[in-house]
Every structure is written in structure tokens, then in C-alpha cells.
């Protein structure tokens, strides 16, 4: 399990890195969904089957399915992007940044691994997610609800065509 | 000890990928770019919450909070494409520098 | 008897918080098109109306039967172990009796800003109550999360929709500094949850004093950073400012009241109280929110003296005046609580009768510009009259409203042992007078410009939200003393 994990956790890293640093959105969105896709595999490793589910599902799919619509509709020619946002020079120093940062990360992590609390095994118990969904989080639920009826109230007052003023 | 050594790997993991959605959430001009950042350090995000849940033994709690989780994140990306739809087309581009009408 | 009847109807008016804005969209999203435009505005001033008279009914039984909380649940069953649950209690009460408030005053407004989308505009009116509604009574801090998101998106939605270039640049740029408040808070209560295994209110608190190994404690202390840097974000606190003036600025003014009156204090400072309340054992906290508070205060008021847009002015106030909450906040006392939330519902009067007169003044003059005005007392004797009787109370001067809510939070830091804030908060009070006696003396004072000869004052509705928060703020401060017996006598002070 530990090995699948540790590929996987490279692999995001690697294309969360290329979402950020591509100059083409298209590819940029693509990296997105397969650095999603790791992610899922992680999630499913550490017993999170449903929210890996959903991972892969949602967010590897209809959000990349977002982006590229929203690409597709403003379209600028592809050879201009990295001179028109100036991509390379601005994002020039992120894997810099992001070294120095694993190197503290990473001494902080040794001095103080051994106090990372230990994980505590859980009672597998049947139907334990849904219960807990259903019948413990169901003021969540209420505000899914309505983060879902705004999101239908957003889709029809942004995306609808018109006359701008 | 080993526990506790996969746990760190998925911390800084994290952190690091939170520091990338950030830095391009400030440094970028594209506006899409800027919300492909936001969701890199979403996903990083969506793991510490189901890592916690690993170390304190409620995974089920846990996957039910990243479930919500996505289904916010997904919302918020479609308000953000929508905006950023409208801003192009306004000014004909995805360009963030051309956002200069409020100073102050 | 009597008494357990009562407290069935507190629960029986407590789910109307949800019940009527769900109901409102129901209606308002199947009405026929034509319909809707004529009784849009109607639906979401009943909504404001029972909203305020619910909160204020619930007061009223809560504390007849001296009850500090009542816990409640929406279509479920509540005996369930572990099931998460719905409490009011009078701070959730005073903020939900805000909300309504705010919410009526920004349909009168909206009554004659708002031309077209006004259907699209009551429903997301609707769903940004419901955010409000939910955050003030969830116990569970995830929950809290979600309904802030649900506030955060109706208020991007709110000021892009009209599509204007200043209001969809407001709108992205809030967008990006929430987002990176949700990524802060996220991780913050990631941390918590890795500790605690639950993020119920009542589970967190009882935890928070098993942190005893240097480790865990340093989590917590980086989770606290986190949330604090996200609800600052969410309040517009300096130095995360930058987004506030734009987005409200650049709002219609009818959502700017809402922005500007009730949001950043349900989505911000409502969270510090929770986080101060619940971590009362960390002392730091107390003195970061305190610094920040006067940070903000002194900040907001030096950069409102420099700017020339009549709401950007006003934004740049809420900035300010939010830092005094924030102080209050930080003495962790009940005295320091009662001025906060006095002070919330004066700042939710009087920032509303501000943006009225914006409102007055845009619809009016046609601009906002405070330079090109001048003299208009003569011709807008209401819009001059409300603008003064606001500046008077956002300064705190006797007898009016902001005076006792300062009062109360100088007299609260000063017991608390926190003397410098309170020196500084007095101080600061100048700089607050400072910039409002510019900007009466550019619109209201002086000569008035030949080409505003023919100008008249705003009419309608604009006219009767001025009035009548003119007297609110009136009233709060000629009968705050009675107030302040009635809660003692009741036992709530």
C-alpha cells in the first residue's frame, strides 16, 4: 500500500506542478485531471473509497470538462499565449521557491517526526459512510442543498448571452 | 515509525502543492490559470482532510467532509469560469492586467 | 406547562430561518416571468420582515424561559447519537434580527437601483440569507465552512451579475482572496480534525486542553493561524484588506448594503467569535485579534481620508469600524461581547444609511465623485440630515447609537487589562471623525454648484430607508440605557 501511495503522491506533485507551470491552458487542464486522478488512487488507498469516487469522477471530470468550455470559448491563438502572459518569466521561480521549501519542509518533518500522533485502527464497521452522511452530517447536506441551487442561479445569470452594457 | 514517516511525505506533499496553487494564484496574468491554481491547492487540501481522518480513525467523517468539499469546489469553479467568461468577453482577453477600473 | 409550549415555538419559529427564503426561491423562480417583475421586491421584503420579526420573537421566549441556547433540527430526528444540530441562542438571535434588517433596507434600496434581473437578484438575496442564517446556527465548524461558501458564492454572483466592467473585476478579485481564505481555513480545520477526531463545537472545545505535547500543541497553533488568516480574509481585517473597498465600491449599492452591513460580519467576525470562543485557553489569540483589530482600526481610517468615491469612502470605514468589533472580540469577556454585538447591529444601521445615501446620491447627482459636489444640504435636506445623524453615531458621539456600543468595548478592554487598545481606540475615534467631517463638507456644506440648481431630493423608497434608519439610530441611543437594564434585569449581561 505504502509503495502505491508514494507513487502516486509523487506523480500529483509532478502534474500539479504542470497544471501551474504549462504555458497551454488545454494541457494545463489536462495535468489537472490527471493529478486528480492520483489523488483519487491515494484517497482509495487510505480508505476514502467514496470521496475517491468522487474525486475521480467530479473532479477529474466535470471540472476539466468546465475548463476546457471555458477555454474553448476564448480562444487565443496558442503560439501568442506564452508571449501575450509572459508564463515563463513569471513563473520562472517556482521550482526554486518550491526546493527551498521541501528542504525546510523537510528538516522540520525530521525533527519532529516521531511526534506525529500515531493513526488509530477503526472498527470496520457496514455502511458505517452512509450512516454518517445521513444521519450525523445532515446540516452539511441542508448547505449542499443550497450551495447546489446557487450554483444553478450562477449558470443562469452569468453564463447567459446578451447584451452587455 | 514508518506510519509516521508516510504521514510526513503526505504533508509536505501537500504543502508543497498548496505553495504552487498559490504562488500562481499571484503570479500569473491568465485568469484560468488562476483557477487551475486554486484547484491544485484544493486537491492538496482534499488530502490533508482525509489524512487527518486516517490519523484520528474517523475516515468516514472525513470522506463525507471532502464530499462536501467537492461539491463547493466544483460550484466555486463554475462562478469563477462564469466571471472570467464575462471579463473576456468585455475586454477581449484573459489578461488580468486589464482589470484596472477600481484603484485606490 | 405554559413554559414547554413555549419552548416548542421557539424550535416551531426557529426553522423559518430556513423554511421561508427556501420557499421564497420556490415561488419567485416559478412565478411567470411578467409576474415576477411586478412581485419580486415584495417576496424578498416579506422575507427581511419575518426574518427580523422571527429573531426578535425568539428573543423574547428565550428569555422569558431564561434559556441561554435551544438546539433544534431541520427534518430530522434529533435523539439520533452523534447527529449534528441547529442552536439559537441571543448572540445568533441579535445577528439573525441584523440580517433582516439589512435585508429590508437593501430591497427598498434595490426598489429603485435595481432595473432588470430582478428575480435573479431576490433569489440569490434569498440564498445569501439562508448562507447568513446557517452560519449563525450551525455547532459544527465544517458546517460553518460550507454555509460560508454559500455566503462567499451568493456575494460573488450578487456583484458580477449586472455585468458592469467595475463590478465583474470586484467580483473576480474577491473571489481569488476567498478562495485563498478557504485553502487557509481547510487546512486549519484539517489540523483540528487530525487532533480531535470532530469538529462540533462542544468536541473541539473540551479538547483543546489535552494539547499538551509540544507537537500538538504546535499544530493547533498552526491551525489557528490558518483560521484566523481566513476569517480575516472573509472580514476584509488589514492586511487583507485589498479586496473590500473594490468589491464593494464597485457592487450596486443595493448589494453593497448587504455587503458592506451584514456580510463581512456574519462571515468574519461571526467566526472570531466562535474561534475565541472555543480556544479560550490560548492566550495569543485574544492579543492577535486585538492587534489586528487596531491595526485595522487606524489603517481603514487613514486610507478613507485619501480616497474621492463616495462608497469606497464609506468601504474604507467598514474596514475601520470593524476593527473596534474585532477589539471587543479579543477581551473574551461578556461585557466585550455585548459591545461587539451592539456594535454589529450600529454598524449594520448606520453603514446601511450610508450606502442609502449613496444610493440618494447616485440616483440624484449621477455620481459619486465627493469633488464634484457641494452644498447639496440645501437641496437634499433627508439624504443631509441621515448622512449626519450616521457620521454622528460611526464617531460615537453622546447620545447617539455608536457612542454606548464604544463605550461598552473601551470599558471592556479597560478591564481586561488591555489599557493601550483602549487609549488607541479612543484616539482613533478623531481620525474617524476626520474623514466623515470631509466628506459632509464636500457633498452636504459649501457652495452648491450652478449645475445641481435643479436637483431635488431622492424620492420613493430610497427616502423611507433613509428615515427610518435615521430614527433607529436615533432611537438605539436615546433608549440604550433601558436596553442595557431590560438584559440585566433578564440575567443575559
Known amino acids: ?165 | ?104 | 406547562m405554559r413554559v414547554i409550549a413555549n419552548i416548542q415555538m421557539v424550535a416551531n419559529i426557529a426553522v423559518l430561518f430556513f423554511v421561508i427564503p427556501l420557499a421564497i426561491i420556490a415561488v419567485n423562480t416559478l412565478l411567470p416571468k411578467k409576474l415576477a417583475g411586478r412581485v419580486s421586491f415584495y417576496l424578498g421584503g416579506f422575507a427581511g420582515i419575518m426574518q427580523a420579526a422571527a429573531a426578535a420573537a425568539d428573543f423574547f421566549l428565550l428569555s422569558a424561559n431564561r434559556l441561554h441556547e435551544y438546539e433544534f433540527s431541520l427534518l430530522w430526528d434529533l435523539s439520533i447519537e452523534g447527529s449534528e444540530r441547529f442552536s439559537v441562542d441571543s448572540l445568533s438571535l441579535v445577528m439573525l434580527f441584523c440580517i433582516g434588517m439589512v435585508t429590508i433596507v437593501s430591497v427598498l434600496v434595490a426598489k429603485q437601483t435595481v432595473h432588470d434581473r430582478k428575480r435573479a437578484y431576490v433569489n440569490l438575496l434569498m440564498t445569501l440569507i439562508l448562507g447568513m442564517n446557517g452560519m449563525v446556527l450551525v455547532t459544527d465548524l465544517f458546517s460553518l465552512y460550507v454555509f460560508l461558501e454559500v455566503v462567499g458564492l451568493s456575494s460573488f454572483i450578487l456583484i458580477a451579475m449586472f455585468k458592469t466592467d467595475t463590478g465583474l473585476e470586484g467580483a473576480f478579485k474577491y473571489l481569488v482572496m476567498s478562495v485563498m481564505a478557504t485553502v487557509f481555513m481547510l487546512t486549519g480545520l484539517a489540523f483540528i480534525f487530525m487532533q480531535t477526531g470532530s469538529l462540533q463545537y462542544k468536541h473541539v472545545g473540551m479538547n483543546v486542553l489535552r494539547f499538551q505535547s509540544h507537537s500538538q500543541s504546535v499544530l493547533i497553533y498552526a491551525a489557528l493561524i490558518l483560521l484566523i488568516s481566513g476569517f480575516a480574509i472573509k472580514t476584509g481585517a488589514v492586511p487583507f484588506h485589498s479586496w473590500l473597498p473594490d468589491a464593494h465600491q464597485s457592487a450596486n449599492t443595493a448589494i453593497s448594503i448587504l455587503l458592506s452591513g451584514i456580510v463581512i460580519k456574519v462571515a468574519g467576525i461571526y467566526g472570531f467569535i466562535v474561534l475565541v470562543d472555543l480556544f479560550n485557553e490560548v492566550p495569543a489569540i485574544n492579543m492577535t485579534v486585538a492587534v489586528i483589530g487596531t491595526v485595522s482600526i487606524i489603517t481603514g481610517a487613514l486610507l478613507a481620508m485619501q480616497q474621492n468615491h463616495f462608497k469606497r469612502i464609506v468601504a474604507y470605514s467598514s474596514v475601520s469600524q470593524v476593527g473596534y468589533i474585532l477589539l471587543g472580540i479579543s477581551t473574551g469577556s461578556t461585557l466585550g461581547l455585548l459591545g461587539t454585538v451592539v456594535h454589529i447591529f450600529n454598524h449594520a444601521t448606520f453603514k446601511s444609511a450610508l450606502f442609502s445615501n449613496a444610493a440618494a446620491l447616485h440616483e440624484q447627482v449621477g455620481s459619486l465623485d465627493i469633488n464634484e459636489m457641494g452644498g447639496l444640504e440645501k437641496r437634499m435636506p433627508v439624504t443631509a440630515f441621515s448622512s449626519v445623524t450616521a457620521f454622528l453615531s460611526t464617531t460615537g458621539i453622546p447620545p447617539f447609537a455608536g457612542f454606548w456600543s464604544k463605550l461598552l468595548i473601551i470599558m471592556a478592554l479597560w478591564k481586561s487589562n488591555m489599557q493601550v487598545f483602549a487609549g488607541i481606540a479612543l484616539v482613533a475615534s478623531i481620525f474617524t471623525a476626520a474623514y466623515f467631517l470631509r466628506i459632509q463638507k464636500k457633498v452636504f456644506f459649501g457652495k452648491l454648484p450652478d449645475k445641481y440648481e435643479n436637483l431635488t431630493e431622492v424620492k420613493g423608497t430610497v427616502k423611507f430607508a433613509e428615515i427610518m434608519l435615521s430614527v433607529v439610530t436615533i432611537l438605539t441611543g436615546v433608549f440604550f440605557p433601558l436596553a442595557l437594564l431590560y438584559l440585566k434585569g433578564r440575567g443575559i449581561i
Open chain 1, 1 to 165: 500500500m505504502e509503495a502505491v501511495v508514494y507513487t502516486c503522491l509523487g506523480l500529483m506533485l509532478v502534474f500539479g506542478i504542470l497544471a501551474v507551470m504549462l504555458h497551454s491552458m488545454l494541457k494545463s487542464a489536462i495535468a489537472l485531471a490527471a493529478a486528480s486522478a492520483a489523488l483519487g488512487v491515494i484517497m482509495y488507498e487510505l480508505g476514502a473509497i467514496w470521496a475517491a469516487i468522487f474525486e475521480v469522477s467530479v473532479c477529474s471530470g466535470l471540472v476539466t470538462v468546465i475548463f476546457i468550455s471555458a477555454i474553448s470559448l476564448s480562444n487565443t491563438d496558442k503560439k501568442d499565449l506564452p508571449k501575450l502572459y509572459e508564463d515563463g518569466k513569471r513563473m520562472a521561480f517556482l521550482p526554486l521557491v518550491l526546493i527551498i521549501s521541501g528542504i525546510l519542509l523537510i528538516v522540520v518533518a525530521i525533527s519532529s517526526v516521531s511526534s506525529l500522533p500515531v493513526p488509530t485502527p477503526v472498527a470496520e464497521v457496514a455502511d458505517n459512510f452512509r450512516e454518517i452522511l445521513w444521519n450525523h452530517r445532515q446540516a452539511d447536506i441542508w448547505g449542499q442543498i443550497i450551495v447546489l441551487i446557487t450554483g444553478a442561479l450562477a449558470v443562469a445569470v452569468l453564463f447567459k448571452e446578451g447584451e452587455l452594457p
Open chain 2, 1 to 104: 515509525m514508518s506510519e509516521q514517516i508516510f504521514e510526513s511525505a503526505i504533508l509536505i506533499t501537500g504543502f508543497l502543492l498548496i505553495i504552487s496553487g498559490c504562488y500562481c494564484l499571484i503570479r500569473t496574468y491568465h485568469m484560468i490559470k488562476i483557477i487551475i491554481g486554486i484547484e491544485v491547492a484544493m486537491k492538496a487540501v482534499s488530502m490533508f482532510i482525509i489524512l487527518s481522518g486516517y490519523i484520528s480513525g474517523n475516515e468516514d467523517l472525513a470522506q463525507t467532509f471532502v464530499i462536501t468539499s467537492i461539491v463547493i469546489e466544483v460550484v466555486v469553479a463554475v462562478v469563477a469560469a462564469g466571471i472570467a467568461i464575462n471579463l473576456y468577453r468585455k475586454y477581449g482577453s484573459m489578461d488580468i492586467r486589464n482589470l484596472t477600473k477600481l484603484k485606490g
